[in-house]
């Protein structure tokens, strides 16, 4: 089992930035890739970007690239998001997931999810 825990959203004003926080806790992560995704109210949840936690690998979603940013803190557990420019359309619980890592990222699985962190960016 892996517990997943986000932190770090709030109201933004556009423009503005904002780091997101997932602390996992469980089982070790070496094995693991871990992704954010978002929901924003009326549309279906979209993937974000990803990582392999063991070596640090990371995969966009094509219209996510720029703005956002994936890192994580191995000896922390801890993966992060930096959102940079934000706009009024990121308005969304943002959700952290961890899945078995596979080769290809389409393969992977996201079992645990954290409760999500409401993001909201006021124009």
């Known amino acids: 089992q892996v517990q997943l825990v986000e932190s770090g959203g709030g109201l933004v004003q556009a423009g503005g930035s904002l780091r997101l926080s997932c602390a996992a806790s469980?089982?070790?992560?070496?094995?693991?890739?871990m992704g954010w995704f978002r929901q924003a109210p009326g549309k279906e949840r979209e993937f974000v970007v990803a990582?392999?936690?063991?070596?640090?690998?990371?995969y966009y979603a094509g219209s996510m690239k720029g703005r956002f940013t994936i890192s994580r803190d191995y000896a922390k557990k801890t993966m992060y998001l930096q959102v940079t420019s934000l706009k009024p359309e990121d308005t969304a619980v943002y959700y952290c997931?961890?899945?078995?890592?596979?080769?290809?990222?389409?393969?992977?699985?996201?079992?645990?999810w954290g409760q999500g962190t409401q993001v909201t960016v006021s124009s």
């Open positions: 997931a961890a899945g078995g890592s596979r080769e290809n990222w389409s393969d992977i699985k996201y079992d645990y």
């Open positions: 469980g089982r070790t992560l070496s094995n693991y890739a």
């Open positions: 990582i392999k936690w063991s070596t640090g690998i990371t």
